[in-house]
């Protein structure tokens, strides 16, 4: 049995979705997402996918090269828009 006290957010924590993608360039974020839903589809799975393309927010999660992929809190990967199998791949040995 719990006895301890539910651990609260922190006000100024954002809530994320379980994967975000972050970068500022539309058109190679557009193509990332598309290759992470095709991802997460080839196991029935849907994911809501969040973006991030505030500087400020990058550099925030340590971010040097862009587009990167964040899994459950975690940069996973930088400076490449990987293909659906290089994504699951990485999910997976999470």
Known sequence: MWFGKKKKN??????????????????????????????????????????VSDPAEIREYGVTKEPAL?????????GKILERNEIMNLIANR
């Open 70 to 78: 964040m899994y459950v809190g975690r940069i996973i990967s930088e």
């Open 10 to 51: 922190h006000p100024e924590q954002k809530k994320r979705s379980l994967v975000a993608i972050l970068g500022q360039d539309k058109e190679q974020c557009d193509m990332f997402e598309k290759n992470v839903r095709e991802g997460f589809l080839k196991f029935y799975m849907e994911v809501p996918i969040d973006r």
